[in-house]
């Protein structure tokens, strides 16, 4: 079966420090990826999403960018944090666009 | 733009009767329908789906009910208990891609 596994669970950063968030997902090819951020009492906000390695989309300009390096693994990532970064990061994965997306547990994300 | 909606923010219910949950979609495009579930501090689970070609599909304890003529999606949870607190939003697959309501919040009283 599939899981998706992100890391940190929760982490605390300095305004203007960097972010390395990741998440791997197993027992499945080429799948879909997305990062999400959900602020409280909100909805998902699309940030990026992937159909393979190397390729990543963007669905807003912002502070943060993400990555690829392997089949099975996203990386979301801020070279400065900003108070405004600060949330609950959800990735997710699917077999394609229009299918069934699968989360991960999320990070929380507080910049202080 | 079309966007997948709510109809209420909050459901606040008694332990052992049962909740419905209602959810608007305007993009008549869309054939395929999800119910997740999202405790706090959680990532969101997957509870039920249904495809356009379908009106009712039962799960444990959870029916979800659709609606084409009126664009409307509903989540009926029978014998709710204090383990279905959560959040509940649908998603629906217009234009290629998964958009997501931004979620009713169930609060289940003893």
């Known amino acids: 079966s599939q899981t998706i596994h992100q890391w940190p669970a929760t982490l605390v950063q300095p305004v203007g420090s960097p972010l390395s968030l990741e998440c791997t997902v197993e027992?499945?090819?080429?799948?879909?990826l997305y990062w999400y951020r959900q602020a409280a009492g909100r909805g998902l906000q699309l940030l990026f999403y992937?159909?393979?390695?190397?390729?990543i989309s963007s669905e807003v300009p912002q502070n943060l960018s993400a990555s690829r390096p392997q089949d099975r693994q996203f990386i979301l990532s801020s070279k400065k944090l900003l108070l405004s970064d600060s949330g609950f990061y959800l990735c997710?994965?699917?077999?394609?666009?229009?299918?069934?997306?699968?989360f991960g547990p999320g990070t929380r994300l507080t910049v202080l | 733009g079309e966007s997948v909606g709510l109809h209420l923010p909050t459901l606040s219910v008694q332990e052992g009767d049962n909740s419905i949950i209602n959810c608007a979609y305007s993009?008549?495009?869309?054939?395929?329908f999800i119910w997740y579930k999202q405790e706090s501090g959680k990532g969101p689970q997957f509870i039920i789906d249904?495809?356009?070609?379908?009106d009712k599909r039962q799960g444990q304890r959870v029916t979800v009910l659709l609606n084409k003529t009126v664009k409307h999606l509903s989540l009926q949870i029978a014998a709710t208990q204090p383990g279905d607190s959560a959040v509940y939003f649908c998603?629906?697959?217009?234009?290629?891609?998964?958009?997501f309501g931004a979620g009713t919040r169930l609060t289940v009283k003893p």
């Open positions: 997710a994965w699917s077999r394609g666009g229009a299918d069934t997306q699968y």
């Open positions: 027992g499945t090819s080429n799948p879909n």
């Open positions: 992937s159909v393979g390695i190397g390729q």
């Open positions: 993009n008549s495009a869309s054939d395929y």
């Open positions: 249904i495809r356009s070609n379908m």
């Open positions: 998603a629906e697959n217009g234009n290629n891609d998964m958009r």
